[in-house]
């Protein structure tokens, strides 16, 4: 498939062509309409965590790239159990925030990987990267969890 | 003889966005490439352009509820890294601080001295997430304005901390420390201060992860020492 204009202006903002609001204006004038064949991906947050900056940036990237991407804050363990149900994502991100929520993903996971088809699990930490769980996590960054929800995004594009 | 009440004060969105930081909403929010403020003022179309599209969103938000705050002052002693906090007719409250492990090994708690010895801490709100505003402006792809809504939002309450601490260093002057950062990095230690200021009166609660919900607050400590100053661990 032909690389849209919207995944062009992807490609320049993340190789720092563009800034990020000449990328908005980019894709609110050239949406890309075409379902693309990235994998299903869910975004998440949870509970315990109140940033919205980076399911607000991952829903924009989704529309602008036709990318198969839900987005879920505040979830419970529970809620985020039912997601890889409901979404049947083939990517987990998890934007993740703080260290008390090191525990709780500790026992997510097992619980993730006794689905079926287990999705890969990325979480979206405050270490600037998509980070695996056994990273040691630091305290909250709103900016560095965005950063890292487009980075994941951005692995799924590149 | 300090005043130990609870104060509440709502505040003017027009004094609000006097105390906006250009650096945190047009770079780090909304990702501008530069200084701003100087390219803004040498009269840089693309600056000019985006505070427009700012000024525009700051006029709707204009009509939302205006920000408000809580805050109190209360007398407090140390005993090395722990702060005991004086309520009238209750306990102590006690906030303990990690110290620098490395000169000069600093502790918060350096900062309260017999001089010194009272402490202010403060809770500001600009209010509920403008959930609908924000995805009204996704649906209809308007993404420039969906993310100046969130920016704004966030960096409103950054704002009215900002005046509230100018109103609070009329009487005294202070640095301001917020929990999950640098000084006091333990985030958990929000359940004392609400139990202090009791946030719920203005809508705020705290999140099972100890994050203030809605998004849009900020919480501090006020500690009122000539000498204090921000420094990490």
Redesign the interface.
Known sequence: MAISSSIEAWHAYKTHHMDLMSLLSHWEKFPDTVQRPHPRVAVCTLAGDTHHWGLLLATIASQSLGLHLTCHPHLSSHDLLSVLTTDNPEHLIIACLLDTYKPILQQLLPLIAQKPSPPLVSLASSVLSTSWVQNNLHYPSPIAVYKSVWYAIGELID | MIETSIHHGVFEWHDIWQHLSPQSLYQ??????GNFEKKHSSGDPNALE?AKKVEAIQSILCTYPPPQGLWRQCPCHVEDNTLHIHLPHAQPICLTFPRQDRPPYRCLTDFVTPEHAHITMMVVTSGA?P?DL?HSY?AS????E??IV?ALY?QSAEATAEHLHAILQKNYQGKRYSF??GAC?D??QQVCLFEILQPSTIGISL?????????GCVSALIFSNPDAYYFVH
């Open positions: 780090l929010h909304l990702g501008y490439r985006m997430y959930i924000i996704v792809r308007r993404y420039q969906a993310l969130h966030v999950g950062y990095p985030l958990g999140t099972s992860s100890h994050m203030m919900n809605p998004e």
